[in-house]
Structure formats: C-alpha cells, structure tokens
C-alpha cells in the first residue's frame, strides 16, 4: 500500500509492486485482496481518482485535463469516465460545490481539508478565529524512521486507540516506551470512504530496524512542513484540525500530497486529559 501511494503518478506493474513487497506475483494479487479488501488494480484506480479529486477540491487554478494527467490517467476522457462511475458526478461538478463527502464534524469524525479550499478570499477587516491556541512554525522535518501498526477504518477514537494499542504492547518489551509517538492520516475522509481511511500509530525506532510480524516500519518527513503546536483537552482535537487548516487557507500556502501526522509531546498527560501535540501539514510550495 506504501509503496503503490508513493509511485501513484506513474504505472506500475503487478511484477514491481509485488517485488517491493517480497512476494511471487503469482500469489501477490491474491493476499492484496485478501488483506486490503480491493485487487491491486482497484486500490490502485481508488487512490488516483481520490488524489484527483483533493486537488480539484483544494487547487481551482489547474485544469481538470492538467490534474488528470498528473495523477496518471491517459487522457482527460477516460479520467472523466472513470471519476463520474466512481463519484457520481463530473469531475466539474465536483469541484464546484467544493466539498466531498462532508463527514459530520463530531470528534469521531476527522476530517483533513474540511470546508476551506484555495479560493477562500478573507478580506483585511476579517479576523480568524480559533477556539484554541495554536502556535505555528513553518520547519523542514528531516525523515524519521518509525515502527507502525496500521488500521483501516473511520478516523475517530476507537481506530486510533486500537491502532495505539497495538503498538504499545510491541513497543513497550522493545524498550519504546519513552519514544516520539506520531499518529499518520493517508487519506481525507471528505473524500475517501470511511471504511477505507488508514491510519497509522507510529513509534520512533533507530534507522536500520526491521519490520516484526504485523508492525511494519518507514519513514516520516522529509520535506517542509506547518508545525502547528496544541496544548488542549480531547474533545478539542477536531477544532484544532479545522483551525490548523483554517492559518493554512489563510496565510495561503498549499498542503502536499503525502500524509499529515500527529507528533505527541511527552507532557501529555491522558489521565487528566491533557494533550500536547503537533499538527504537522505537508506543504507544497513556498507562500507567493
């Protein structure tokens, strides 16, 4: 799954990403699909279309041509096609009501580029408003090795506490236990379906450690990032998301396509209900 998102914008052969992941691909496709869900031609097809469709929601300035072209279709007729059998509309359609699936904004529902996209315009006599206090850096991440266990399902407490779960009871006898802990969002859930979200609980491990079983390892970072810092209790999470998001719209940079993660700070405190964090957003490019 890694493997193909990291390579979503050129062809890959059956035979390639097989070998990536130390299998025949002659028995590949059948574990894929066993273990994912979707052949490797479906998850495939899914995550062009849902990279497509982010960059419609996020970016009005490229053409629907331009984007199906960089997420690796053919021609701009059989991106159309295939976006209105998968989405139900156009892919102009699409990106004018500007939103997706619109999750309903609850704790239990996260949602990653919410209702704010690059042609938001906030006149000088607008003030932005947070309901909690965010200090924000603009910083290069250098690439972080982590252990990881992986979930698949709707982003909320019961996904990420059992992916965390997971991982502590691997990290803890390896002796992780006061290691950086990050959670990983892969995809938006205004555009993804729910079921099909993945999530990842992380644990920094030393360069050079091998996968374990189920807990499988990666890199983090590597590249500029918004660090964007919070000190807050838990059912703030989802406003500390959408005014992180909001600064970003603002101040008017452009998220990336790889993933946004959570950095925990060891002054969390769970049994009272205190979290300190980093929403840390891939950025694209420089500020104009």
């Known amino acids: 799954m890694n493997y193909i998102s990291a390579h979503i914008d050129r062809e890959l052969t059956l035979e390639e990403i ?22 490797v031609a479906e998850f495939t097809r899914r995550l062009r279309l849902e990279l497509a469709a982010n960059r419609l929601l996020s970016n009005p300035h490229p053409s629907i041509t331009q984007i199906a072209m960089d997420c690796g279709f053919s021609s701009s007729q059989n991106f159309a096609k295939a976006f209105r059998i998968h989405f139900g509309v156009s892919p102009t359609t699409y990106r004018n009501r500007k939103h997706g699936n619109m999750p309903s904004k609850t704790e239990n529902a996260l949602s990653l580029r919410l209702s704010y996209t690059a042609d938001t315009v906030f006149t000088p006599s607008q003030t932005l408003i947070r309901s909690t206090n965010m200090n924000v850096e603009i910083r290069d991440l250098p690439k972080t090795t982590v252990a990881y266990v992986r979930k698949i399902g709707p982003y909320g407490k019961k996904t990420c506490e059992s992916a965390f779960h997971e ?97 925990y700070h060891a002054a969390c405190n769970p049994a009272q209900n205190h979290w300190v964090f980093d929403i840390c957003i891939p950025l694209k490019a420089p500020r104009p």
């Open 18 to 39: 097989a070998h990536s992941a130390s299998f025949s691909m002659f028995h590949f496709h059948r574990i894929f699909k066993a273990v994912v869900g979707e052949t």
């Open 167 to 263: 991982m502590m009871q691997w990290a803890i006898p390896h002796g992780y236990q006061q290691a950086q802990t990050f959670l990983v969002y892969w995809d938006n859930p205004e555009v993804t379906p729910a079921e099909k979200c993945r999530v990842d609980a992380c644990v920094e491990v030393p360069h050079g450690a091998i996968p374990d079983g189920h807990v499988g390892i990666q890199q983090l970072g590597g590249g500029t990032y918004a660090v964007c810092h919070f000190e807050i209790q838990a059912d703030s999470f989802q406003k500390a998301w959408e005014d992180a998001f909001a600064w970003l719209v603002h101040e008017g940079y452009e998220c990336a396509d790889s993933p946004c993660f959570e950095r």
